[in-house]
């Protein structure tokens, strides 16, 4: 997504200095439709597939080199103003009907969390490592540490199918984070805690 964003001129780096903001990841879902295997070639290919005021879906297709989808993502961003912390309108940061909005390849949807308390399996501290520049956790972190709760045999003999993040709140360095689970109706969910207050939801299917 970032360089997809780059490409159009709209990447992090480039609406902090024009506009003061800066991309926030809301919600990612990607699904594994077929292995790719080691050494073969593939291409990404990413549009926009929603745009609301304050918010964009970007879609993800990884194709072999037969032309398969072999994964598929979707991804909701929303750009935050610098100064005061909220969501800014889509047009503040010139994203207008020029950018264009294409029909999605798949029905891969967002997930709707139900309410309940979850164990917990695992605590971590927030180090120099896991911050990104705008000095918060970064995304990649807590997908992190979420897989980290697996083994290797656990992954090997039932590989994941389908990976959903929400990211709700941000931590910073020295944060200690509650890592808690529990399975679902086959599926396995995962919140990601601190000070009570939950970070980040997640779910995978394996």
Same mark, same amino acid.
């Given at each position: 997504v970032s360089e997809y964003y780059g490409a159009m001129g709209i990447d992090g780096f480039t609406v902090d200095e024009k506009?003061?903001?800066?991309w926030v990841f809301m919600k990612n879902r990607i699904k594994?439709?077929? =292995?790719i295997r080691w050494n073969e070639t593939f291409n990404a290919e990413a549009f926009i597939s929603k745009k609301a005021m304050a918010s964009m879906h970007v879609d993800i297709a990884i194709r072999n080199s037969d032309g398969e989808i072999c994964a598929y993502a979707k991804t909701e961003t929303v750009p935050l103003d610098l100064t005061n912390g909220r =969501?800014?309108?889509?047009d503040t940061l010139e994203i207008?009907?020029?950018?264009? $909005?294409?029909e999605s390849l798949t029905d891969l949807s967002f997930t709707k969390f =139900?309410?309940?308390e979850l164990s917990e399996v695992d605590s $971590?501290?927030?180090?120099y490592t896991n911050i990104d520049y705008l000095q918060h956790t970064n995304n990649k972190e807590y997908a992190k540490f979420i897989l980290n709760?697996?083994?290797v045999k656990d992954i090997l003999d039932k590989p994941i199918r389908e990976m959903e993040m929400q990211y709700l709140g941000q931590a910073h360095e020295h944060d200690v984070l509650s890592i808690r689970k529990d399975v679902i109706d086959g599926k396995e969910l995962f919140a990601i805690v601190k000070d009570g207050t939950t970070m980040i939801k997640?779910?995978? $299917?394996?």
């Amino acid at each position: 997504v970032s360089e997809y964003y780059g490409a159009m001129g709209i990447d992090g780096f480039t609406v902090d200095e024009k506009y003061n903001a800066c991309w926030v990841f809301m919600k990612n879902r990607i699904k594994m439709i077929k =292995p790719i295997r080691w050494n073969e070639t593939f291409n990404a290919e990413a549009f926009i597939s929603k745009k609301a005021m304050a918010s964009m879906h970007v879609d993800i297709a990884i194709r072999n080199s037969d032309g398969e989808i072999c994964a598929y993502a979707k991804t909701e961003t929303v750009p935050l103003d610098l100064t005061n912390g909220r =969501p800014r309108k889509l047009d503040t940061l010139e994203i207008d009907d020029s950018f264009e $909005v294409y029909e999605s390849l798949t029905d891969l949807s967002f997930t709707k969390f =139900p309410k309940i308390e979850l164990s917990e399996v695992d605590s $971590v501290t927030i180090k120099y490592t896991n911050i990104d520049y705008l000095q918060h956790t970064n995304n990649k972190e807590y997908a992190k540490f979420i897989l980290n709760t697996y083994e290797v045999k656990d992954i090997l003999d039932k590989p994941i199918r389908e990976m959903e993040m929400q990211y709700l709140g941000q931590a910073h360095e020295h944060d200690v984070l509650s890592i808690r689970k529990d399975v679902i109706d086959g599926k396995e969910l995962f919140a990601i805690v601190k000070d009570g207050t939950t970070m980040i939801k997640c779910e995978i $299917v394996r």
